[in-house]
């Protein structure tokens, strides 16, 4: 079978899907139906959506290629931007399957949501998901917002809850962007949720060299970086854990159409259940750090796991 590439990247196409492309548009010239009408679609092919964010393209190539070799028909509509501008096409059965993350998913769908914790998030997801969209298993992978320390930090403390930070008897200074100030994550929520002290200093670069730099030298015992980021493993930081929902759950997620059949679902889950946190990190890391594409990090990723 085939991959269709979608016009939203540079893609290879075939000779024989051009042609096949030419004659269905000829065909169509000479009925009553529009040509350029893409919402119907063909019901055997698997339409998979990616988000303009090169994770959660690697994600959405390590399904494609997947179902591909299992014998699926896919087509890729990759890069197409963030969720205001995919969630209508999921929402309409226009794309079939898309690598998503239950947290932000949760509110976009549910802004009045209280879930926090990974699968009281994942249950009201279920339930908020429109008719005809199914979350597939969710995945141990997450890409959020998380409280992060050096190693020897951690080891110095024994250090791997947020709620271990009570054992730090010396000042804390936690560093992160200005609105963290004041955001339920921020000082006030780590003292009324842990119980836990600290003074904070901004740092405006999302998590980013700035935040790294100040962690390593020392100025700052602790910081908000996404567990995503290829930085946590090349500087080896520490994510502590979220045991009381501080920070809203954020695992990745397939979100499939009734369209995508249980052989097809389960090879989804077994792709998600082969993705560890530390896999994400470092399938970012070789976005980031070797320049590779998501079509080549996918494919080495899945010949590693057995999955293709």
Known sequence: MTITRSPHRLRRVTAGLAAAAIGALTLAACGDSDPLDNS??????????????????????????ALE??????????????????????ESGAIDLFPEYTGPLLIALDQDATAKLSDDVYAALGEALPDG??????SEATDQDSYVVTRDYADQWGLATIEDLTKVTDPIVFGANSEAESRPNGPKGLKS??????????????????????????????????????????????????????????????????DVDDEAAAIID???????????????ARSVDEQL???????????????L
């Open 270 to 284: 077994e792709i998600s259940a082969a993705m560890s946190p530390e896999d994400l990190v470092a399938l970012n």
């Open 193 to 258: 949720t842990y119980g836990v002290e600290v003074s904070f200093t901004p740092i405006d670069d999302g998590g980013g060299p700035l935040t790294v730099k100040a962690l390593k030298d020392g100025d700052i015992q602790m910081a908000i970086i996404y567990t995503g980021d290829p930085s946590i493993q090349k500087n080896d930081l520490v994510p502590l854990e979220d045991t009381k929902g501080l920070f809203l759950a954020s695992h990745v997620v397939p979100i499939a159409s009734d």
């Open 293 to 307: 594409s998501a079509e080549v990090i996918a494919k080495e990723w899945l010949e590693d796991e057995g999955l």
């Open 69 to 90: 070799a299992a014998g699926f028909e896919v087509e890729e509509e990759f890069k197409i931007g963030q969720r205001e501008a995919y969630l209508p096409d999921i």
């Open 133 to 138: 969209l199914r979350a597939l298993e969710q």
């Open 40 to 65: 119907g679609g063909d019901s055997d092919t698997i339409v998979i959506g990616s988000q303009e964010y090169y994770s959660n393209e690697i994600i959405a190539e390590a399904y494609s290629q």
